[in-house]
């Protein structure tokens, strides 16, 4: 039987886990190098703003809640080609749905950023 790793050497594993599958995203991506790019632009923006503690929120989890979900369709379609590397109309029905999420979380962003930064023109 295998000796199981203690609990703190197996949570440093998973974050250096995670940390890795961040990179893989941010390298190879292009729509998260895209979304990288809007996140930084609205934060110089938030600091040149001074917005309120309530609206650096509300774009904080904006950021982040669209590059997760951006993670989570990259690797959807990861799974579905390797499953089913030619083309199938349920993969493509299940990378539409995954890229459809992004899609509505980048709608959202859109709209809070509009709220946040217009009334500041």
Same mark, same amino acid.
């Given at each position: 039987?295998?000796?199981?790793?203690?609990?703190?050497?197996?949570?440093?594993?998973?974050?250096?886990?995670?940390?890795?599958?961040?990179? =893989?995203?941010?390298?190879?991506?292009?729509? !998260?190098? =895209?979304?990288?790019?809007? $996140?930084?632009?609205?934060? &110089?923006?938030?600091?040149?703003?001074?917005?309120?503690?309530?609206?650096?929120? $509300?774009?904080?989890?904006? =950021?982040?809640?669209?590059?997760? !979900?951006?993670?989570?369709?990259? $690797? &959807?379609?990861? =799974?579905?080609?390797?499953?089913?590397?030619?083309?199938?109309?349920?993969?493509?029905?299940?990378?539409?749905v995954a890229a459809g999420?992004?899609?509505? $979380?980048?709608?959202?962003?859109? &709209? !809070?950023?509009? &709220?946040?930064?217009?009334?500041?023109?």
């Amino acid at each position: 039987m295998q000796k199981k790793e203690p609990f703190i050497i197996n949570r440093l594993k998973s974050v250096g886990y995670a940390f890795k599958g961040m990179l =893989i995203l941010i390298k190879t991506e292009a729509s !998260i190098k =895209i979304q990288l790019f809007i $996140a930084i632009v609205v934060t &110089i923006a938030g600091f040149y703003f001074e917005i309120s503690k309530t609206e650096w929120m $509300a774009q904080i989890t904006m =950021i982040g809640l669209v590059m997760s !979900i951006e993670g989570v369709n990259t $690797a &959807i379609e990861y =799974i579905a080609d390797f499953v089913h590397p030619e083309h199938h109309h349920k993969i493509g029905l299940i990378k539409d749905v995954a890229a459809g999420a992004v899609f509505i $979380a980048s709608i959202i962003a859109v &709209i !809070i950023s509009g &709220i946040i930064y217009l009334p500041k023109f």
